[in-house]
């Protein structure tokens, strides 16, 4: 990292070209509809369906979203009023091509951004799929889900 003064400002430029980007961005609750995402009790979650009440004597309508934890698959529930701001998390899907699994369980990816080890093998289903595509020698294209600082893998595709 170093710093650049021009003309009494001063810029900080980090080495690995992160221009200080938010985790997540905010949203008014009422906007928020099925499939989308939003942070429930702190967690990122895939929204799977949004219920309204109107106002009632106590003041607000509220909403409340019944989500996925988009990382470990767990069923939440949260509720906020509806005129109120909660946070949507950044969420980013990348498509990687697959050399091998390492010994350890990692993927060692290829893509745009370069080389990337720091993936495990997905268990159940998912991982068993991986494992059959690079069994019958096919070329393996992994989607990688991110957010909120993790990343995992949600699809993979064997190209003929």
């Not at 219920?51 to 004597?57: H, I, L, N, R, V």
């Amino acid at each position: 990292m170093y710093v650049t003064n021009m003309e009494d400002e001063q810029f900080i430029i980090d080495d690995a070209g992160n221009a200080g980007a938010s985790l997540t961005f905010p949203a008014q609750a009422n906007a928020l509809k099925k499939g989308g995402h939003a942070m429930l009790k702190g967690k990122p979650c895939k929204i799977i369906e949004v219920t309204k009440a109107k106002p009632g004597k106590h003041g607000h309508a509220k909403c409340t979203f019944f989500g996925k934890d988009i990382f470990t698959g767990a069923m939440i529930e949260d509720q906020h009023p509806a005129s109120h701001n909660m946070e949507v998390p950044v969420v980013k899907k990348t498509e990687y091509d697959l050399s091998h699994i390492s010994r350890d369980g990692f993927l060692s990816l290829f893509g745009e951004g370069g080389e990337k080890q720091d993936v495990k093998l997905p268990e159940g289903e998912l991982g068993e799929k991986i494992r059959g595509y690079l069994a019958a020698d096919k070329a393996v294209t992994v989607v990688i889900q991110a957010a909120m600082g993790q990343e995992i893998a949600v699809d993979a595709k064997a190209m003929d």
